[in-house]
């Protein structure tokens, strides 16, 4: 596990426990009928042993009532036995439905890194276990304040730059942290980002992150939901690196500052449009190479818009402020050699200007987010939710900057 | 690769003392006494010896990356230090490893093809039905503690190759001899980054005297090895006579101001020259034949 500096956060002490699942099964595949081996008792209390450990962290908690079912699991509110006052959200993935297939990568993806990771804004798996009827379930942690789109799309949450610096700060953190370790996450957007009872954004839903490619090798450019895809991703790159996630981030950002997503394409040819009409053109000039890759459309000569300045960035998120809207125009830039990494994005000096975040306590909040949790953990990654924004109205309280 | 290796799952999950280890596989022993008597197996290293082949053919039919087999080799010793051999059928062990490596290297295969090509390699151990993969998977994994990311020496290697000026023959030659060592019980004893500077040393310090090594180092190192390998390193730091060419004092001199752990170093290389001289002894009639006795007798492949 990568530790982080700061705190870690299991609700028991022995979080890292060995999630015994159910070992037996290829020797009970494997093994000849009961009476016929001369060796068969060994055999069952070496099976009994593995079930065991696998019982005892089962045994660890309670499952409580349903959160949310989607394609490929199901999640549970659940509670620590010894201490029912500690609650886990507990995601059982849908193993029997692709049995046949053995396991997603999606499942694959998330139990490999949040085994290893652990930060402070970053959902931390507790435990993993199997039930009885050969599920694999995940045991995270309980994040009952909802997620950043559930904030952003109600307009009855008034929230302000100091606010929006402190969700920024947490975010960008968490996707450092990933980077930090070689992992790129790939499916950043305010959904996937939730809140946990203290206010902390914890970055979820690994299904589909990866690790950093050894160079030269291909990845596939078929990930990150749509609207928070960066263009090289959208123009066919097969090599990238993680400023994938700092342009996602960025698209948070502006989110988070107009309260409807920025660039809201209907397909990926609509949303690279969208991103040429708001951005400008790419070309040869503003981002050497970009002609090479697979899906690049030349532009067409009469339309090409200029690459817009910070000027731009200040009129259209007037609430940034200068410092802000010269970070975001870092995150949005479309070569993505000039973009900065998330490393440097933390670097930028709009985290120490005035305002300062506000405090992770003292942050707006909405009730109702156990639900959205729910949801939230059982989603596909990549997916758009494309009616969540129709009723998005444009409300935002500058009262605080 | 993914993640700190300092704070890995591996290292602190994975890592065992030689004593540990040892101690593990008694247990197994001693719990199925019956078993071990009647079906004797090869020496654990003539095993991993045709395991690895036998992934190596499985990767060759779907052109899979050695990485991937490598991470496999090191999913099937966790696996067997969980469960006794004598107990399973290693040939649907094999494949799920494969199977689950791939995925997690990012080179995943339908597990329809896995399961087709594992069976016309072995069509006397491997059930048509995809279904006992799709088991053996969760097995796997659980008995991993769905502990997946494997540290491998490779990158290490790829690292060092600039710093030490390493040429592309010296680069051939470790990545082979990184090869090797999954043969070995090294992966569950030590760092990777100790592996790949043992690599790095082996490689330098005997002169790969043909071009071009994939696969084993085995035939090039056995003899000079067996020679003056044991006594390698003591020789290096002996300042007497007009003491060793420039090329490996540079190499030493590196060592030295490294943090690297010598004496882990050492170890390791030792272990390598008992493996080639183990390796001599190899046959793979024997080890097919004595696993297929322990599957079908016991009808495990069922």
Request: charged share 25%.
């Given at each position: 596990m990568a530790v982080s500096p700061l705190v870690s956060h299991s609700p028991s002490a022995a979080s890292s426990s060995p999630a015994k699942l159910r070992a037996a099964n290829v020797r009970s595949s494997?093994?000849?009928p009961e009476n016929a081996s001369s060796h068969q008792p060994s055999q069952n209390t070496d099976r009994e042993l593995t079930e065991q450990l696998n019982d005892e962290v089962r045994q660890k908690y309670v499952k409580d009532k349903r959160l949310g079912e989607g394609t490929?699991?199901?999640?549970?509110?659940?509670?620590?036995?010894?201490?029912?006052?500690?609650?886990?959200?507990?995601?059982?993935?849908?193993?029997?439905?692709?049995?046949?297939?053995?396991?997603?990568?999606?499942?694959?993806?998330e139990v490999k890194y949040l085994q290893e990771l652990s930060h402070p804004n970053i959902i931390a798996l507790h435990d993993v276990f199997s039930s009885k009827d050969q599920n694999l379930n995940l045991v995270l942690e309980y994040l009952p304040l909802g997620d950043l789109e559930m904030l952003i799309k109600d307009g009855n949450v008034h929230y302000g730059a100091a606010d929006v610096k402190a969700w920024m700060g947490m975010l960008a953190r968490g996707v450092w942290f990933c980077h930090e370790n070689f992992i790129l996450h790939r499916d950043i957007k305010p959904n996937n980002l939730l809140i946990a009872?203290?206010?902390?954004?914890?970055?979820?839903?690994?299904?589909?992150?990866?690790?950093?490619?050894?160079?030269?090798?291909?990845?596939?450019?078929?990930?990150?939901?749509?609207?928070?895809?960066?263009?090289?991703?959208?123009?066919?790159?097969?090599?990238?690196?993680?400023?994938?996630?700092?342009?996602?981030?960025?698209?948070?950002?502006?989110e988070l500052l107009l309260r409807v997503p920025f660039v809201a394409g209907n397909t990926d040819l609509d949303q690279i449009s969208k991103i040429c009409e708001a951005f400008g053109t790419p070309t040869e000039e503003n981002w050497p190479g970009v002609s090479k890759l697979p899906n690049y459309i030349a532009p067409d000569r009469n339309h090409l818009v200029p690459t817009q300045g910070r000027d731009f960035f200040l009129r259209q998120f007037p609430n940034a402020g200068p410092v802000g809207a010269d970070l975001l125009m870092s995150m949005c830039t479309l070569d993505p050699r000039k973009r900065k990494t998330a490393c440097?994005?933390?670097?930028?000096?709009?985290?120490?200007?005035?305002?300062?975040?506000?405090?992770?306590?003292?942050?707006?909040?909405?009730?109702?987010?156990?639900?959205?949790?729910?949801?939230?953990?059982?989603?596909?990654?990549?997916?758009i939710d494309e009616n969540a924004f129709k009723n998005a109205a444009r409300k935002l309280d500058f009262s605080a900057m | 690769?993914?993640?700190?290796?300092?704070?890995?799952?591996?290292?602190?999950?994975?890592?065992?003392?030689?004593?540990?280890?040892?101690?593990?596989?008694?247990?197994?022993?001693?719990?199925?006494?019956?078993?071990h008597t009647q079906f004797p197996l090869p020496d654990q290293r003539m095993l991993n010896i045709y395991f690895s082949q036998q992934l190596t053919k499985l990767g060759k039919k779907t052109s899979t990356r050695q990485q991937a087999l490598a991470t496999a080799q090191i999913y099937i010793k966790r696996y067997y230090t969980k469960n006794e051999i004598r107990h399973t059928n290693p040939y649907l062990v094999l494949a799920t490893a494969f199977y689950l490596a791939c995925k997690m290297e990012e080179c995943p295969q339908h597990i329809r093809l896995v399961v087709g090509e594992a069976r016309s390699l072995w069509p006397d151990f491997i059930a048509p039905d995809v279904s006992k993969v799709g088991e053996c998977e969760f097995s796997l994994i659980s008995e991993m503690s769905s502990q997946m990311i494997v540290h491998h020496p490779y990158r290490t290697l790829t690292e060092l190759q600039r710093e030490l000026a390493l040429t592309s023959d010296e680069v051939a030659l470790a990545w082979s001899v990184i090869n090797d060592h999954y043969l070995t019980d090294l992966p569950l004893l030590h760092a990777p980054h100790v592996i790949a500077v043992m690599a790095i040393i082996v490689a330098v310090v005997f002169k790969p005297s043909q071009?071009?090594?994939?696969?084993?180092?085995?035939?090039?190192?056995?003899?000079?090895?067996?020679?003056?390998?044991?006594?390698?390193?003591?020789?290096?730091?002996?300042?007497?006579?007009?003491?060793?060419?420039?090329?490996?004092?540079?190499?030493?001199g590196w060592l030295a101001e490294s943090?690297?752990?010598?004496?882990?170093?050492?170890?390791?290389?030792?272990?390598?020259?008992?493996l080639y001289e183990v390796w001599e002894q190899y046959s793979e009639k024997n080890c097919k034949e004595l696993l297929a006795r322990m599957v079908k007798t016991q009808h495990l492949d069922k």
């Open positions: 494997a093994t000849k490929y699991a199901v999640v549970f509110l659940g509670r620590l036995r010894t201490d029912p006052s500690s609650f886990v959200a507990i995601k059982k993935i849908k193993v029997n439905a692709e049995y046949k297939d053995g396991l997603s990568m999606d499942a694959i993806r009872s203290d206010g902390e954004v914890k970055l979820a839903d690994f299904g589909l992150a990866r690790s950093f490619a050894d160079p030269y090798l291909n990845m596939t450019h078929q990930v990150i939901t749509r609207w928070y895809r960066p263009p090289e991703l959208l123009y066919g790159a097969r090599q990238y690196s993680g400023v994938v996630d700092v342009w996602s981030m960025g698209m948070v950002f502006a440097e994005v933390l670097q930028h000096i709009w985290w120490t200007s005035e305002p300062r975040p506000t405090d992770k306590h003292d942050l707006p909040r909405k009730s109702g987010g156990t639900r959205k949790m729910g949801d939230d953990l059982t989603r596909r990654g990549g997916e | 690769m993914a993640a700190n290796y300092w704070a890995s799952t591996q290292r602190r999950h994975w890592l065992f003392t030689r004593e540990k280890l040892a101690e593990v596989r008694d247990k197994q022993r001693e719990k199925d006494m019956v078993a071009a071009g090594f994939h696969g084993s180092a085995a035939p090039a190192l056995a003899g000079a090895m067996r020679e003056g390998g044991m006594n390698m390193l003591t020789a290096l730091g002996d300042k007497s006579g007009s003491g060793p060419p420039p090329r490996i004092q540079k190499l030493i943090e690297v752990d010598i004496r882990a170093v050492v170890e390791c290389t030792q272990e390598l020259v008992s």
